[in-house]
């Protein structure tokens, strides 16, 4: 399959399926919020490196947890009985998303650059990135930060200044979405760890399914500070443009393995390589 090189000034992107077996699917274009809309509305995101352009993967099997299947650990349950933590929406994105980014020992950088900051950073003031914060007598032990679209929660990367923090967030966040209507949460890639909370695996086809009935919900855009339920509801759709498939002439044939070249640390497959704890890999960081 090709790796198609999107153009700067058209936000379409390729058919989903046309990704090689890893996922990849596209290279270049930029992080403006037309175009995180309609990647994310079509099961599409971007992983970054310094001074290289984004790349665009859509894998398959798709990793989703049903906020009904969820699952307690029983150890997890047994530290949160004694609620060691508050939590909150909302009120320290930068700080979150800037603490996802930390470079951790045994690693040489991270995927969330300056330029994926500042764009997670504009989609929030658009009401559509949303932070949770996990504290203990008032001091931010944990978060995640995520993207809401319709009854679709993406979630994005997570941290921990306190064993189980992250844990914690994530359920207090489950939760919640469950209170208000979410049918699906977007873990992106398959870990023991989300495997562990109930989510499973999903073919690309069942999840471009079950995105598209969750796009159908209203999204709750704003500020999610007093609530989910409190946050204004926009009826529209995401903007996309559909099943266009941008393939002007040259696009095709551009090979994934120059891309690797471009960043000669990246592991192989869409494994975000360094930095921050992404929720499909989040096993491997706490205890």
């Known amino acids: 399959m090709p790796v198609y090189r999107l153009a700067a000034d058209n936000t379409a992107f390729p058919d989903p399926c046309e990704a090689e077996p890893d996922g990849l699917l596209a290279a270049g274009g930029d992080l403006s919020p037309s175009r995180l809309l309609?990647?994310?509305?079509?099961?599409?995101?971007?992983?970054?490196?310094?001074?290289?352009?984004?790349?665009?993967?859509?894998?398959?099997?798709?990793?989703?947890?049903?906020?009904?299947?969820?699952?307690?650990?029983?150890?997890?349950?047994?530290?949160?009985?004694?609620?060691?933590?508050?939590?909150?929406?909302?009120?320290?994105?930068?700080?979150?998303?800037?603490a996802c980014a930390g470079t951790r020992r045994g690693q040489p950088g991270t995927w969330l650059t300056?330029?994926?900051?500042?764009a997670y950073e504009r989609m929030h003031r658009?009401?559509?990135?949303?932070?949770?914060?996990?504290?203990?007598?008032?001091?931010?032990?944990?978060?995640?930060?995520?993207?809401?679209l319709g009854g679709v929660f993406f979630g994005e990367s997570m941290?921990?200044?306190?064993?189980?923090?992250s844990k914690a967030a994530l359920v207090f966040l489950t939760g919640e979405l469950a209170k208000n209507g979410f049918t699906l949460v977007d873990c992106q890639q398959t870990t023991a760890h989300m495997l562990r909370f109930g989510a499973k695996e999903v073919s690309r086809a069942e999840?471009?399914?079950?995105?598209?009935?969750?796009?159908?919900?209203?999204?709750?855009?704003?500020?999610?500070?007093q609530g989910i339920e409190r946050a204004a509801l926009d009826p529209a759709p995401p903007a996309r443009q559909g099943a266009t498939l941008f393939?002007?002439?040259?696009?095709?044939?551009?090979?994934?393995?120059p891309l690797r070249n471009e960043q000669p640390d990246a592991p192989s497959g869409p494994t975000r390589d360094a930095g921050s704890r992404p929720l499909r890999s989040e096993q491997a960081a706490i205890t």
């Open 207 to 225: 999840f471009a399914a079950r995105l598209a009935a969750a796009l159908k919900q209203p999204t709750r855009r704003g500020s999610w500070t």
């Open 114 to 118: 300056p330029e994926m900051i500042a």
């Open 159 to 165: 941290f921990y200044r306190e064993p189980d923090a």
């Open 38 to 98: 309609e990647a994310y509305s079509r099961g599409i995101f971007p992983w970054h490196s310094v001074g290289n352009a984004p790349l665009w993967w859509t894998p398959d099997p798709r990793c989703i947890l049903l906020p009904e299947d969820f699952r307690l650990p029983r150890s997890l349950k047994r530290v949160l009985r004694d609620a060691p933590f508050t939590f909150s929406f909302d009120t320290a994105f930068a700080e979150v998303i800037k």
């Open 126 to 148: 658009l009401g559509l990135a949303h932070s949770v914060e996990a504290r203990r007598e008032g001091r931010l032990a944990g978060g995640l930060y995520g993207l809401a």
């Open 247 to 257: 393939t002007p002439a040259g696009t095709r044939g551009t090979k994934r393995r």
